[in-house]
């Protein structure tokens, strides 16, 4: 039940968050396509995660500084790795 609801979105007409995680549809994430993400940051580091939970997929990206210019690069890191998740997947 805690498990549940720690990966339940809270009811809303907006984005779709809940307890940290940000709820998104991504075609990577298996099952109905619920992704989780959250990012972070101390200002001296930054720091992003997506999760899809239905196939077990996890990617982690962080770098050692906090910046605009930070966050778009482990943005981009984070979409190059599911994109190679992808392909690997396919050429199974």
Known sequence: DTFTRLHTPYDGPKEKYGFGWVFEKRPW????GTAFWHNGSNTMWYCVTWLGPANGVAVLVTT?????????????????????????????
């Open 29 to 32: 994430a298996g099952g109905d």
């Open 64 to 92: 050692n500084i906090a910046s605009a210019k930070a966050k778009g690069a482990t943005d981009q890191v984070a979409a190059l790795l599911l994109e190679e998740y992808g392909r690997r997947t396919k050429a199974k």
